[in-house]
Nanobody
Framework: QVQLVESGGGLVQPGGSLRLSCAASGSIVSLGAMGWFRQAPGKQRNVVATITTGSNTYYANSVKGRFTIFRDNAKKTVYLQMNSLKPEDTAVYYC????????WGQGTQVTVSS
């Protein structure tokens, strides 16, 4: 079984930055294609960004140019660098495989507010 632990969230002012981390542990040898997702209150969980094993990336239009996903395969960790944050980025952020096939972790709360 795989455990995913997200961290790095917090309260930040509009225009600020945060870096999220997602560490995977358990019965895995290596990470495959991974993704970051987010869920705002009262809304469904949506994909934010994905990264393949070859580091090809995809970004939702709403974060393109502001967020960067990258990975450290040796550490089995995926990161999400978030810049120029906006209030509409407020959500709980989760990581998972590209298609969300593993059990979801607890996520990390990101709140963008002045």
């Amino acid at each position: 079984q795989v455990q995913l632990v997200e961290s790095g969230g917090g309260l930040v002012q509009p225009g600020g930055s945060l870096r999220l981390s997602c560490a995977a542990s358990g019965s895995i040898v290596s990470l495959g294609a991974m993704g970051w997702f987010r869920q705002a209150p009262g809304k469904q969980r949506n994909v934010v960004a994905t990264i393949t094993t070859g580091s090809n990336t995809y970004y939702a239009n709403s974060v393109k140019g502001r967020f960067t996903i990258f990975r450290d395969n040796a550490k089995k960790t995926v990161y999400l660098q978030m810049n120029s944050l906006k209030p509409e980025d407020t959500a709980v952020y989760y990581c998972n495989t590209q298609f969300g096939t593993w059990n979801w972790g607890q996520g990390t709360q990101v709140t963008v507010s002045s």
